[in-house]
């Protein structure tokens, strides 16, 4: 099975000293978001966790950590844009986590590490032809260390609606401009880009619109073949692999305006004081009379001689 750690928070740049506590403890313990009172347990176990799926804006607090996550194979996706302190008032300058990127690729390895540049969107400040000029910079700095770009345009969730309200949809024209662009630049350096729940309408500019995190991008990072269960690997916008995430929504101390993991800065304060590094859960402990589950985990790995 995969292991995700990044679809509600970000534990590496906010929690890593609490998830390397739950990977020398062997297990974590996570509530379901929309029920509360179902706690499941996950063996952090590398006979049955296949891979680790990381995604971040700020890899550096896990730095340090990675020779004792050897064990693990991983797979990364970070996060990095143009935007400054007004859209992403936590996040570390861009310089820097490319830096980092550059460190945890050399690593992990290429094939083990993605970048991520979403969500796009399009402001006075932040215009097309400023994404279009900052992105061939990027890939200039970060060319050879990964080959693969992840895009996607703002979805305007209510929660975004509520803590970007100025945001509006970036139009086809624009999405069509972007999309064609960045295809041609990634070329120039050697970086697929890749589409994120967009549909298909940039695939013929060259865009990968297979999804992001699929079966073949964990194959390869983990060099083996996987037998993914069907239900665990579609959603309607594309063929990606979910996993389990074990993280919490209403953690993430960014404080993007963009987030649509967190509701409100009061609930991140709130769970950030109750966060423990040595509980089980990200948030809070078992209160008495709750119930663990133990969750069903198999690994996926198919056992045929492999082409990676």
């Known amino acids: 099975m995969i292991i995700n750690t990044g679809m509600r928070t970000d534990i590496p740049a906010f929690y890593s000293e609490w998830f390397m506590n739950r990977i020398r403890e062997g297990y974590v313990l996570v509530r379901n978001p929309y029920r509360p009172d179902w706690i ?83 402001d006075s400040t932040y215009t097309m032809e400023r994404h279009i000029s900052d992105f061939k910079k990027m890939c200039n700095t970060l060319s050879g260390c990964t080959q693969v770009c992840v895009i996607s345009f703002i979805d305007l969730y209510e929660k975004v609606k509520r803590n970007f309200p100025q945001a509006r949809t970036v139009t086809p024209q624009e999405r069509i401009a972007i999309g064609k662009a960045f295809a041609e630049i990634g070329q120039l350096y050697g970086i697929t880009i890749k589409a994120c729940a967009e549909g298909n309408d940039l695939e013929q500019y060259g865009v990968d619109c ?5 079966k073949e991008t964990f194959e390869a990072a983990i060099g083996s073949y996987l037998d993914i269960p069907k239900k665990k690997s579609q959603r309607a916008e594309c063929s990606c692999v979910l996993g389990t995430d074990i993280g919490a929504y209403d953690t993430c101390g960014h404080l993007c305006k963009y987030c649509y993991a967190n509701y409100n800065r009061e609930n991140v304060r709130r769970n950030i004081q109750l966060h423990d590094p040595s509980s089980s859960f990200l948030v809070g402990t078992l209160r008495e009379g709750e119930v663990i589950h133990q969750a069903e985990q ?11």
């Open 40 to 122: 499941t347990r996950y063996e952090l176990d590398p006979e049955v966790v296949d891979c680790l799926a990381f995604c971040t804006k700020n890899p550096a607090p896990m730095l340090k950590h990675l020779n004792e996550l050897k064990r693990f194979h991983q797979y990364w996706f970070v996060t990095i844009t143009p935007y400054g302190k007004d859209i992403e008032p936590n996040v570390p300058s861009k310089e820097q986590v490319m830096q980092d990127f550059i460190t945890l690729s050399s690593s992990v390895g290429v094939n083990c590490i993605g970048w991520r540049y979403d969500p796009i969107f399009v």
């Open 210 to 214: 297979n999804g992001c995190m699929t």
């Open 298 to 308: 198999v690994s996926w790995i198919n056992g045929q001689l492999s082409l990676f």
